[in-house]
């Protein structure tokens, strides 16, 4: 196993101790909605005011709960990550506060259908709804973390034969369905935050069985095409057994003639976006990503 307490840094084992603190030790034994609320509460303690200027409001879009942070387009649409079982708009609404305050763009955050209730492709289903929504009446980047950026990958494979002016794709230390028995999800299976057992949990969660083999709106690295896809960003952290699956796509798309980059965020964890206003490293992230959602929104390549 890696040494951790030499890749991480105090700030960032600060940040994973909070984290845990917010876990009761029973927490695997409540109901779904108590974990729900967990999930949350622990978000929140993350969390600082709003950036100057920036407010928000609650607005269905294609039928799908969103919460609206207003600016300038194009349009953000932000899909948050929670193992399609926790977050919604609470969770992250102070990361979405502060994408809208770096960028100056309109965000949306989709309160997509969770797991187990809700099995897929309900969550892709609504992802894919606000999208087309929100590129109706203009250009739009597609955002998320974790799980949301399986959700946002898979939109894009998905739309991007409907002449959607969608320009952009920033993925955040996300799934997308790469080998869990090599390389990454098997140096970093125990990681602080995020655990290969964690990842096969959740990977069959959403199905009334094993997750289907080969399905794209599922597990985007398992596409055939890789075609047509827009300017894409895939950041990964270091110390995640999801970490390869970032450079894996990137390396697609890029192979399919595509514009495509990996970045690997050195000593971080899987979750860090909370940590961007406690944690130098995780600060550096959160701007590579709020730069890189500029570039796409004036449509230039920066990498």
Known sequence: MPDYQTLIDAPTWAFIEKTNASYPENTATLSIAEQRAIYDRMCAAFDTPYPPGVTSHDQPIAGVPCRIYPGAQPTVLYLHGGGYVVG?????????ADIRGATGLTVVSADYRLSPEHKHPAAFDDACAVARA??????????????GGNLAAAACHALRREN???????????GLGGDVNT??????ARAPMLTRDDILFYKDIRHSGPAPEGDPTVSPL???DFTGLPMTLAIAAECDPLADDAAAYAAKITAAGGRAQALVDEGLVHGHLRARHSDPRAA????????????FAEGRWPY
């Open 88 to 96: 919604g708009l609470h969770s992250h609404d102070g990361v979405c």
């Open 222 to 224: 398992r596409d055939d």
């Open 164 to 174: 959607l002016p969608i320009k952009g794709q920033v993925l955040i230390y996300p």
């Open 134 to 147: 929100l590129a109706a009446k203009g250009p739009l980047i597609l955002v998320g973390d974790s799980a």
């Open 284 to 295: 550096a992230s959160f701007a590579r990503i709020t730069a890189a959602i500029t570039a």
């Open 183 to 188: 390389g990454s999800a098997l140096t970093h």
